[in-house]
């Protein structure tokens, strides 16, 4: 048992601490305050820790990130260099709105983003909207470059990299009614981007995941079969190249493949890897599902990624 001296000492060495003397009713309350007390604290910890703010992106043009573009090809100025092949890539993927009846055959729509420091694109915000369709193009647009992983160079300041807030802007021009716009809305029409786009072939347990999880397992089954057949190339090896290829393919109404073209290529011997593995595809007869719009089934421009990582 503590004396009287023992116990003024602590006391005085630990004032906030629970000192538990008297009846065994006050000890239990004593007791039970200290202990939610500690649990609150156990609990607080890991709030305060997930809750630390991202940093805030930069708004001044100084600071700004930009879209990648091949500087061994490229002679112009950064700025004009990256539009080009923003403007290209865009281009690949755009599916042009057609309005419904009543609404604004022209107009145009800004779209606000951030890129991350790792040159991904989060954030999207849109404004200035005509209410035709063109929001969700222009969404669909930037969303398939986190899709096809293409980071943008991220922005600067000070020598650091940053987060950047910027902006683009997507106008709409009135297709003029004609033969060839006829043929442009026929059958044979290849969709950049689709209500629903096509999945590579995989075992039940996909369709048993919910909602849009379904095309993450496709991919995952995608992702593997490119594993097993790619082959590094010598010529890359040798000169320790890596990097992304992309393969654009026309998914067929009944989900055979055509037409795969080359889209992006390192060079080194990538390029024709990559293809030799779509080409694998057809000869294996890989039927994927098809992809629909609007509810019909259509042919799809897909951008097929090819990423190359050098052994460790």
């Known amino acids: 048992m503590l004396s009287a001296s023992k116990t003024a000492v602590l006391r005085a060495e630990f004032p906030k601490l629970f000192i538990f003397t008297g009846s065994p009713i006050n000890k239990t309350i004593m007791l039970r305050k200290a202990l939610c007390f500690t649990l609150l604290c156990c609990f607080l910890l890991p709030l305060t820790a997930q809750d630390t703010p991202k940093e805030r992106p930069y708004?001044?043009?100084?600071?700004?990130?930009?879209?990648?573009?091949?500087?061994d090809t490229c002679t112009?100025?950064?700025?004009?260099?990256?539009?080009?092949?923003?403007?290209?890539?865009?281009?690949?993927?755009?599916?042009?709105?057609?309005?419904?009846?009543?609404?604004?055959?022209?107009?145009?729509?800004?779209?606000?983003?951030?890129?991350?420091?790792?040159?991904?694109?989060?954030?999207?915000?849109i404004f200035e909207d005509p209410q035709n369709g063109l929001k969700e193009a222009a969404i669909a647009a930037l969303e398939r470059m986190n899709e096809l992983e293409i980071r943008w160079v991220p922005g600067e300041y000070k020598g650091k990299t940053v987060r950047s807030q910027q902006s683009l802007e997507f106008p709409?021009?009135?297709?003029?009614?004609?033969?060839?716009?006829?043929?442009?809305?026929?059958?044979?029409?290849?969709?950049?981007?689709?209500?629903?786009?096509?999945?590579?072939?995989?075992?039940?347990d996909c369709d048993?995941?919910?909602?849009?999880?379904?095309?993450?397992?496709?991919?995952?089954?995608?992702?593997?079969?490119?594993?097993?057949?790619?082959?590094?190339?010598?010529?890359?090896?040798?000169?320790?190249?890596?990097g992304m290829v992309i393969v654009s393919l026309i998914i067929e109404r009944d989900g055979t493949i055509s037409d795969a073209i080359l889209y992006k290529d390192p060079g080194y011997g990538l390029g024709e890897e990559a293809l030799?593995?779509?080409?694998?595809?057809?000869?294996?007869?890989?039927?994927?599902?098809?992809?629909?719009?609007?509810?019909?089934?259509?042919?799809?421009q897909y951008n097929l990624p090819v990423r190359f990582r050098l052994p460790n």
């Open 208 to 242: 048993q995941i919910p909602g849009g999880h379904q095309i993450n397992c496709s991919q995952l089954y995608l992702k593997n079969y490119i594993r097993k057949e790619l082959n590094y190339p010598d010529d890359a090896l040798n000169n320790e190249v890596e």
């Open 59 to 71: 708004r001044m043009g100084h600071t700004h990130g930009y879209f990648p573009y091949d500087k």
């Open 276 to 300: 030799r593995i779509a080409g694998q595809m057809i000869a294996d007869n890989i039927v994927w599902k098809p992809g629909t719009h609007e509810g019909r089934i259509v042919r799809v």
């Open 76 to 125: 112009d100025s950064r700025s004009d260099c990256s539009q080009t092949a923003l403007a290209a890539f865009l281009d690949s993927v755009w599916q042009h709105p057609h309005p419904a009846p009543g609404e604004p055959a022209r107009g145009k729509v800004t779209v606000s983003f951030i890129v991350e420091k790792d040159g991904s694109l989060s954030e999207m915000k």
């Open 172 to 204: 709409l021009t009135e297709m003029k009614h004609s033969k060839e716009k006829e043929r442009y809305e026929t059958e044979e029409k290849i969709y950049k981007v689709v209500s629903q786009m096509p999945e590579f072939p995989h075992n039940n």
